[in-house]
């Protein structure tokens, strides 16, 4: 690679500038609550599982399978705060903050080493802190930042064992590596997907000895088996939906779509380019054609072991969510700025600072979590409101004065059922369903119907199917994400509430 001397110089400022910048621009934004339903459906997940055990009705209300650590994490704060669930959202949104900032260190270090060239190192992890999708998951509480954590350490231990000169040495580094890969895996075992990125290394590192890819090959295969023994431990028995194949299967079944029409595919790619950026996607392709046409296997390597697979399986699976794209950001950066300083290092760190500009100035304030607006701190303001919204009209639903209540929905139903959790620990919860849910509460009757239509006039159909099941006949109904007329015209109990916008959601 042709970089300028200047660019190589190892300045001292450049971390503890990025961390600075960091503490200075996520800190200040942290949300109080929850941001996100499978947020909330974790918090339900633990909350449920200290009351009632391993085999709770709401264990596995999100995936606590491909999660078990940090469940683990969150049980042992809940504990140290003696069961005192109002700090639930408070743990899990600052754990976020503290590792969003931590992981501007192996990050600087993995890029600096593999490039040999700190001042890319700086440029990559300073788009990094205001990516879309990477400064969302610095505010709000989900596991996968961490993960993404422990993956970079893991590379950095990785990385240093295969350029050690001495074989004998740097087969030390594998086992350290090896045990951040499990721990990457225990916080969320998603990064399965971008496991590539060892083999990429050897690619770009040129190695051929065979004993270094079979090394490489076990150390994930043993952290993958790891993985499995250590989640079985850590959760005790469970019926999770990767923890049989069956299950899995089921899941798949359920979430992979392959459809003919490219609509789908358009709106599955939305967050992929708004959780980047719009102006960063659009220069991704660039670089990556660029280099692409050139034939530079090395850039090639690096991009498409780490961001190929995840990208793609995310793009078929059913709800693609900016979060689901997060972990292939910081490649994407890397390659554009890598290209800034092949094409004009001496304006790269400006070219740099534009593009975290144009992020901001080409996509107005958002609340969406699939797809977050670039203008990263006006959005902030409105994921807060959308967040108020959430708690008060759950509130407002724990608060009917009725013995049964039906909640029809998705993605409120975790906001009510937490709120009725915190306020009552006396509760008795059944899984009735998929994704259904009855809760008893002294003389009080709440059943959660996981609802989806996609036109009005398919409630009623939909509807007979429930009320037979459950046997809802007598229930009140109330949604804040469906109009409830038609039930209401049939002779059926409704309560009226305000309604979500579906673009809120």
Not at 29 to 53: P, Q, R, Y
Not at 185 to 195: A, E, G, N, P
Not at 278 to 286: E, K, S, V
Request: aromatic letters at 14%; glycine letters at 6%.
């Amino acid at each position: 690679m042709s970089f300028s001397c200047d660019s190589r110089e190892n300045n001292p400022y450049y971390l503890p500038l990025l961390l600075i910048i960091s503490v200075f621009s996520h800190f200040p934004f942290v949300l109080n609550g929850f941001g996100e339903i499978d947020a909330t459906k974790i918090a339900v997940s633990v909350i449920d599982m200290l009351t009632n055990g391993s085999n709770a009705a709401f264990a596995n209300f999100y995936f606590s399978d491909v999660i078990p650590l940090y469940i683990l994490y969150l049980k042992w704060f809940m504990r140290q705060l003696n069961y005192d669930y109002s700090y639930l959202p408070l743990v899990m949104n600052y754990t976020n903050a503290v590792v969003g900032t931590l992981i501007i260190i192996p990050a600087f270090f993995l890029i600096k080493q593999i490039f040999r060239n700190p001042a890319i190192a700086f440029c990559s992890v300073l788009a990094l802190i205001f990516a879309p999708s990477f400064y969302q998951s610095t505010i709000m509480g989900f596991p996968h930042l961490i993960a993404l954590f422990f993956l970079l350490v893991s590379l950095n231990f990785y990385l240093s064992g295969i350029d050690n000169v001495q074989k004998t040495r740097g087969y030390f580094f594998i086992f350290p590596a090896g045990v951040s890969l499990t721990i990457a895996f225990l916080f969320k075992s998603d990064i399965v997907l971008v496991t590539g990125i060892y083999f990429g290394l050897l690619i770009m590192r040129k190695v051929r000895d065979k004993g270094a890819i079979a090394g490489s090959f076990l150390m994930i295969l043993m952290s993958g088996v790891l993985f499995l023994f250590l989640r079985n431990m850590i959760l005790g028995p469970s019926s999770g939906t990767t923890m049989s194949k069956e299950g899995l299967s089921k899941w798949y079944a359920f979430s992979l779509i392959l459809p003919s029409a490219i609509g789908y595919y358009i709106a599955q790619a939305k967050p992929i380019a708004y959780g980047a950026g719009i102006a960063t996607f659009c220069m991704g392709l660039i670089s990556f054609i660029f280099y692409l046409f050139k034939r530079r296997s090395d850039v090639l390597a690096f991009i498409i072991s780490w961001a190929a697979l995840p990208t793609v399986f995310w793009l078929v699976m059913i709800g693609n969510n900016a979060r689901h794209n997060m972990i292939t950001v910081l490649p994407v950066l890397v390659i554009i700025v890598v290209l800034f300083f092949e094409k004009a290092p001496r304006y790269a760190t400006v070219l740099t600072i534009l593009l975290v500009l144009c992020n901001f100035f080409l996509t107005a304030p958002s609340f969406s979590i699939l797809r977050p607006s670039g203008s990263l701190f006006k959005s902030n303001t409105l994921l807060e409101d959308r967040m108020d919204t959430f708690q008060s009209l759950a509130k407002e639903i724990t608060n009917i004065d009725e013995n049964k209540i039906a909640v029809l929905g998705t993605f409120h139903n975790p906001h009510v059922i937490i709120e009725l959790m915190r306020s009552t620990p006396s509760y008795k919860a059944v899984k009735i369903g998929r994704e259904n849910y009855k809760m008893q509460i002294g003389d009080k009757e709440y059943v959660f119907i996981y609802f989806v239509v996609v036109k009005p006039e398919d409630m009623e159909e939909g509807i007979d199917d429930v009320i037979r099941e459950y046997h809802l006949e007598n229930h009140i109904f109330v949604s804040v994400t469906y109009g409830l007329e038609s039930l209401k015209q049939r002779g059926l109990k409704t309560r009226t509430m305000d309604m979500i916008k579906r673009s809120t959601l």
